[in-house]
């Protein structure tokens, strides 16, 4: 065989040989890649078999008794002992139900909080890891009288729960209430506007609009004045 044929196809079998092994390179390399992506999706679902399996943990409300006016204190001290014990995972929230009230006190709106459910906390558990450890810590904390059910706390019907969160949820949606509501018939003396210093008896109250008619004497005339909240006052 001349040797130019020879070294032809000597070239065209390590040409072959190349492509064979740049075939099987390519192969490993999506072997490799495949095994990769199997593992990250494993990671994945597992990462989200974890998070199912906490959104599905499910918590309940507890009532506990609390001398009236402490609701407050008595939380920030539950609050500091399970940062402490870090049961923040089983715990989950602490509550004292409110509302936003005001008054008109010289012709100023003060807006303050009403407890809505006055010698109560509501605590918010995991009942399978609200071990009577945590019931005994929060059940000496000062100011606390007990738990609804005691030693065993007693969670809330989910229906009574309900009930007590939409007030607080309704109250933060519908703006602050008048801790002194005006009534029809008491007398109320006008502090702006053109009939300030007049004093007149409430004919009609608007408690949606913030509004009210005022029968006012006006050179002996009984006349109807229309007037908001923050234009009069309840006389002493």
């Not at 609050?79 to 004292?96: F, M, N, Y």
């Not at 030693?151 to 009574?160: G, H, K, V, Y």
């Amino acid at each position: 065989m001349p040797e130019e044929e020879k070294k032809s196809e000597d070239t065209k079998v390590s040409e072959d040989t190349k492509v064979t092994e740049d075939t099987k390179v390519s192969e490993d390399t999506k072997v490799t890649e495949d095994t990769k992506v199997s593992e990250d999706t494993k990671v994945t679902e597992d990462a989200k078999v974890t998070e199912d399996t906490k959104v599905t943990e499910d918590t309940k409300w507890y009532s506990l008794r609390v001398i009236s006016g402490k609701e407050r204190k008595i939380k920030e001290r539950i609050e500091l002992e399970i940062t402490r014990s870090e049961w923040k995972e089983c715990i989950t929230q602490i509550l004292v139900p409110t509302e936003k009230v005001y008054k008109i006190r010289n012709g100023k709106k003060v807006i303050s909080e009403r407890n809505i459910l006055p010698g109560y906390i509501l605590i918010e558990a995991v009942p399978a890891r609200f071990t009577g450890e945590m019931v005994t810590t929060i059940a000496n904390v000062p100011n606390v009288i007990h738990f609804l059910g005691r030693t065993n706390p007693i969670p809330m019907r989910q229906s009574e729960a309900n009930r007590m969160l939409g007030k607080v949820d309704a109250s933060k949606d519908s703006g602050e209430a008048m801790i002194e509501p005006y009534i029809v018939g008491e007398t109320v003396k006008i502090i702006d506007g053109a009939f300030s210093e007049f004093v007149g008896d409430v004919q009609e109250v608007n408690e949606e609009k913030k509004k009210l008619k005022v029968i006012v004497k006006i050179f002996g005339r009984g006349t109807e004045v229309e007037l908001n909240f923050m234009q009069v006052e309840k006389q002493s």
